[in-house]
């Protein structure tokens, strides 16, 4: 008599469709774990992974570093270490929080060997919401033509405030704003529990809208 092995059909699909599709039709997340499978990434797979989140890594880095000239050379080094530790990943679901952990850690690696604070990034004008909590929009990368003076004026102080923020709030804000990651997702990047990184972001908002209340109240 016959042995039979039972195997899950959704597995045997997953498995045929990795092996058949090429790298560009797969989703993100089986393309992680095509770069996960053997000591060493797949090379279409991986050159894949970067052409879908190179635009994610310049964004978190140009709005940590904006004046920085070596930016190109730092988004280098984050995808050195994705191909690196790519297997250590366990929840292949969670590599663009996982990637942005990758960035923002080698960003305050190299700011700490600097010895000397950036400006971060830039926002536009907050505005409540239904909640209570504050919204602060992207702005863009530089002012449009219908963008007064005021305007212009606003967007310098918020830099300088934006610097003056403890090291820590300014990398809650960035992945909260300029990311649109979840609280949990910022909680799991920074090692901090939810509720650290929920006050954390309501004192950064706090101080911001204290040092800019002038033009918040329309002076």
Not at 77 to 106: C, D, H, M
Not at 161 to 166: M, R, V
Request: glycine residues 4%; contains cysteine; hydrophobic residues 40%.
């Amino acid at each position: 008599m016959s042995d039979f092995i039972s195997v899950s059909w959704s597995a045997v699909v997953a498995t045929v469709q990795r092996v058949q599709l090429p790298a560009e039709k797969l989703s993100n997340y089986d393309l992680v774990l095509r770069c996960q499978e053997g000591n060493r990434p797949e090379t279409a797979a991986f050159s894949e992974l970067l052409k879908r989140y190179q635009s994610h890594v310049d964004r978190v880095l140009y709005h940590l570093a904006p004046d920085w000239q070596d930016r190109a050379d730092l988004a280098q080094e984050v995808w050195i270490r994705v191909y690196r530790n790519v297997n250590r990943l366990q929840e292949p679901v969670k590599f663009r929080g996982w990637l942005s952990r990758i960035a923002t850690n080698l960003f305050y690696d190299e700011l700490r060997k600097r010895k000397r604070v950036r400006t971060p990034l830039s926002l536009d004008v907050p505005r409540a919401l239904e909640d209570g909590e504050v919204d602060w929009e992207i702005a863009a990368d530089s002012p449009g033509p219908d963008e007064d003076l005021t305007t212009r004026e606003f967007y310098d102080e918020l830099r300088v405030a934006i610097a003056d923020l403890p090291e820590v709030f300014r990398t809650t804000i960035v992945l909260r704003e300029i990311e649109g990651l979840a609280y949990e997702e910022i909680a799991e990047i920074t090692g901090v529990s939810l509720g650290t990184v929920k006050s954390r972001i309501a004192r950064a908002r706090q101080r911001l809208q204290l040092q800019l209340q002038k033009y918040l109240d329309g002076h």
